[in-house]
């Protein structure tokens, strides 16, 4: 976690510039509509109260930051795909044998496995014909 800390902090830290103009609404809303506050590049020339006021808004940017990376996730889920079933029949002398399975092989092998043992052996176990759906 603290490498993400330091990660954030070495990236926005460079980005946060002083404020040269003091009069100017020095809050935005983030998308999630908190209040952020809003650093500006400032001018060369300040005085100690604009400096001392500038180092203050810059202090609450960074713990804003801080916080707003310690509510991060810890572990960023990953949906999970929907679980495909594979049907497959084999048709035999008449009979037909079904297989299911997570992927089209292995629905396939089902098929040709419960055909051959059915019959004794894989002879007029072939052809298999299969869906997803």
Known sequence: MKHYIIAALVIAIPSIAVAADFNHDRYTRSRDGHK?????????????????????????????LQNKCYDMPQVIA???EPQ????????????AYYGQGRSRGLAEKDAMEKCAAARG???????????NQ
Request: with cysteine; hydrophobic share 40%; net charge negative.
């Open 84 to 95: 495909v079933v594979w049907t497959c029949s084999v048709k035999a002398m008449g009979d």
């Open 121 to 131: 052996n894989s002879f007029f176990c072939r052809m298999a014909e299969c869906t």
């Open 78 to 80: 990953v949906p999970e």
């Open 36 to 64: 952020i506050i809003r650093i500006d590049v400032g001018g060369q020339s300040a005085t100690v109260d604009e400096l001392i006021e500038r180092v203050r808004y810059l202090e609450q940017a960074v713990y804003d």
